[in-house]
């Protein structure tokens, strides 16, 4: 297996077990409410397909990913 192999799938992992660490959000609409209140951003996560906050405050509203 190449390296560039091998660094994708463990940064993969890494981003998956991110994922599962954060509070997933069912609806978009449940998301941007907690999102406001805290002054973070929403995202839909492409592993779970859930609703994530950002760990990073940003503009809200501002949608990543």
């Excluded at 973070?40 to 949608?63: I, M």
Aim: net charge positive.
């Amino acid at each position: 297996m190449g390296n560039s192999r091998h660094y994708k799938r463990r940064r993969t992992k890494r981003k998956r077990r991110t994922c599962t660490q954060k509070v997933a959000f069912r609806s978009e609409l449940a998301a941007m409410r907690v999102g406001a209140r805290y002054g973070q951003d929403w995202y839909r996560c492409p592993y779970c397909h859930a609703w994530h906050l950002t760990s990073k405050n940003s503009q809200p509203g501002e949608r990543h990913g």
